[in-house]
């Protein structure tokens, strides 16, 4: 979906493109303005407020955001409470949020990143066995392995301390 939406930034009223990124946890929108400024601007499933990628809760998100309401796919906000994780290992940040549920027998993990994008989806298979679940091709193709390694040893562990 491509739409233009108007806005006023800076007391000075300006138009932007607007196309529709489909994904399942987000509300999500790479947003183009006049000037060349581009950028993907998404809900937040903690709070349901609008972030601007890379960036954070910014007066322009919430701008954005005020505008796309009418554009997003799913208006209502249903919070999920992540469980953030923040760790060096060697001399590296591991730092992501998750969500976790049972699918069935399955320990499911909605994994996101440090500026609260959805990720992927891992499974516990049980067998010592992990499937990642992708939002989009995308997503698949760019999955660091150091990363999901490190998740997946520390996940469990969560896991055990909530029972």
């Known amino acids: 979906m491509d739409n233009i ?4 930034l ?3 009223e300006s138009f ?15 947003v183009s303005f006049k000037n060349g400024y581009e950028n993907i601007f998404f809900t937040d499933v903690e ?18 955001g005020e505008q796309l309401k009418e554009h997003a796919r799913n208006p209502i906000h249903v ?3 992540l469980t953030w994780h923040r760790q060096t290992i060697n001399d590296r940040l591991l730092h992501f949020g998750f969500f976790n549920f ?24 049980d067998n010592e066995e992990w499937q990642i ?10 999955i660091d392995p150091v990363f ?5 040893q520390i996940l469990p562990l969560y896991w055990a301390k909530a029972r």
């Open 5 to 8: 939406i108007y806005l006023t």
């Open 10 to 12: 800076e007391g000075t």
């Open 16 to 30: 932007a493109w607007v196309t529709e990124i489909p994904n399942r946890q987000h509300n999500m929108f790479r």
């Open 47 to 64: 709070t349901g407020k609008w972030v601007e990628e890379d960036l954070g809760f910014t007066e322009l998100a919430l701008e954005i």
């Open 79 to 81: 919070p999920k409470l």
């Open 102 to 125: 049972m699918k069935d027998k399955y320990k499911m993990y909605e994994i996101y990143n440090a500026n609260k994008k959805y990720m992927y989806t891992l499974v516990d298979m």
């Open 133 to 142: 679940l992708g939002n989009t091709a995308d997503a698949i193709g760019n």
């Open 148 to 152: 999901v390694e490190n998740v997946i």
